[in-house]
């Protein structure tokens, strides 16, 4: 019994070690996305942009979430760089409360299917990509830290100097 129970972990290991966990490095292109008709990864071509994955029930987001909202003050609006946020798991009307609570202004869009965070990554949010205009991966992004916020701060300011 041993034995088998033993053999079967081993092939279970196997064949997980063999699977492709999608997780995009610096230099890789913005995978190719569309949701409904309100975002795709075409329309953030042309100039840097910055894409956040979040959860509104995260902690670590709910900390960097402010700072991208200044972010999007500072270089969105003016065009100078496209951000864009997705929430993993949630419904549009989680993302609605939030944005209402805490007057983010920043495009959020509902991914309760993980389908365009599949794209991605597989697990671990907070999440931003910085991407260059030509949909080049320049920066990426995980968890969340007031350091690794600083980090990103510059990288975002430096895009949109570009």
């Keep these: 019994m041993k034995k088998t129970?033993?053999?079967l972990?081993?092939?279970?290991?196997?064949a997980s070690c063999g699977a492709k966990v999608r997780d995009i490095k610096v230099g890789d292109g913005m995978p190719a996305f569309t949701l409904a008709d309100t975002v795709t990864s075409r329309s953030l071509l042309g100039r840097p942009?910055?894409?956040?994955?979040?959860?509104?029930?995260?902690?670590g987001c709910q900390a960097e979430l402010p700072y991208i909202q200044?972010?999007?003050?500072?270089?969105g609006e003016s065009g100078k760089i496209a951000i864009v946020g997705f929430a993993r798991e949630q419904t549009s009307a989680d993302v609605e409360v939030l944005w209402q609570?805490?007057?983010f202004t920043f495009?959020?869009?509902a991914?309760?299917?993980?389908?365009?965070?599949?794209l991605f990554?597989?697990?671990t949010i907070p999440r931003c990509y910085l991407f260059d205009a030509s949909g080049k991966l320049a920066y990426k992004f995980e968890g969340y830290s007031p350091e690794q916020t600083e980090v990103l701060r510059k990288a975002v300011e430096q895009a949109a100097s570009l």
């Design 5 to 7: 129970l033993f053999l």
């Design 9 to 14: 972990a081993a092939a279970v290991l196997v």
């Design 49 to 59: 942009s910055l894409v956040v994955f979040f959860a509104t029930w995260c902690p």
């Design 70 to 75: 200044e972010f999007y003050e500072k270089y």
């Design 101 to 103: 609570q805490q007057a």
């Design 107 to 109: 495009p959020a869009y």
């Design 111 to 118: 991914d309760p299917g993980r389908k365009i965070y599949a």
């Design 121 to 123: 990554a597989e697990k």
